[in-house]
């Protein structure tokens, strides 16, 4: 069994030192690996992620990262990260890791993601230099996202984002703000080259469990929606083989039932926001 344990918006500041680390302790024991999907910090002040380093210090898993929105606040985005990887968490930027398992390589793609909104209602590369450059952001992420799936030879595929790749994960959310919370090009690149799982943050409000067209589980993990430190979702053993880089080839019910058969989550409530 693969234990996935994953949050995202902990928003770490000066005065939420010691709040989260009590309720990380069994974490180790109940997790393979802990993926952290964006808005590490609340204003992106290095001195606010040494905070989160401190929480995090010491666990015995591996621990993958990636930026969010609130983590470029200051401009300061590569000292967050800095910070964080001086006490060993592999914080990706459109970048990806594999991480053993017990024979099973595990291959975490990352990126922070970006808006644009979704199919029917999204933004288009057209007008303003500023309306271009919003949209050639996504679509940049969108093709390193791609890039490093493609790449990617593992069994189970993994990917971390801060913004969201599909509406549904969205619901509670106002509409009106969803070209800002996420784009449906990071669920497009996803479904283009296959995954197991997709993480994101972001969406304070949005909804758990939701599905890429191509059938892809996706989970929004911010800590306001999963109203826990973290939750953990589990995967059956996978043979070691050599690997084609993958299409998509998951049907729904796969891929919803092979995550919602094995999912559990920590008993315990948040109390670090
Ligand atoms: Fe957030
Ligand atoms: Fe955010």
Redesign the pocket.
Known sequence: MIRIAAVG?VHAGRDTAGLLRPHLEDLPDEADVFLIA??LTKTGEPEEAAVLAGELDGLELPIVAVL???DHQSDRGEGVREVLADIGVHVLEGESTTIEVGGTRVGIVGAKGFGGGFEGACATEFGEAEMKAFIRHTQGIARSLERELERLQSELRIVLL?YAPVRETLLGEHPEIYPFLGSYLLGEACDRHGADLILH??AHHGTEKGLTPGGIGVRNVAQPVLRKPYAVYAFEDRQQAPLEPRRAERTPSDADTEIGRHERGSARTAAAR
């Open positions: 918006d964006g808005d969010g929105n609130h801060h943050g972001h």
